[in-house]
């Protein structure tokens, strides 16, 4: 079973950056969309930005021009540039995969994803 593993979360002040990193345990399926969510206590589990295997990108409009998401997939790895953040951005930030190509799914839906990793806590003090 693929496990995804995240770090980089951590707790700054508003307007510092931050960037996560998102890592299989095993190489992925090619040609997969992975994407980023994050969840406050109490709230549902939110978009954040997607990204195909070919670098199509998808955001948020709360984030849009702030975050950027990459992967290298040669490296097996993505990662979420975090820049400008309020303190409305602190959540548990968590990476998912599927097995399909982000034009395939609705990559905003948490239900479209089959790999989850276990979440890394961001914060931000204004």
């Known amino acids: 079973q693929v496990q995804l593993v995240e770090s980089g979360g951590g707790l700054v002040q508003a307007g510092a950056s931050l960037r996560l990193s998102c890592a299989p345990t095993e190489r992925i399926f090619s040609g997969n969309c992975m994407a980023w969510f994050r969840q406050d206590p109490g709230k549902e589990r939110e978009f954040v930005a997607a990204?195909?295997?070919?670098?199509?990108?998808y955001y948020a409009d709360s984030v849009k021009g702030r975050f950027t998401i990459v992967r290298d997939n040669a490296k097996n790895t993505m990662y979420l540039q975090m820049n400008s953040l309020k303190p409305e951005d602190a959540a548990v930030y968590y990476c998912?995969?599927?097995?399909?190509?982000?034009?395939?799914?609705?990559?905003?839906?948490?239900?479209?994803?089959?790999?989850w990793g276990q979440g890394t806590q961001v914060t931000v003090s204004s």
């Open positions: 990204i195909s295997w070919t670098d199509s990108t």
């Open positions: 998912a995969a599927n097995k399909y190509a982000c034009g395939y799914t609705n990559y905003a839906d948490p239900m479209a994803y089959d790999y």
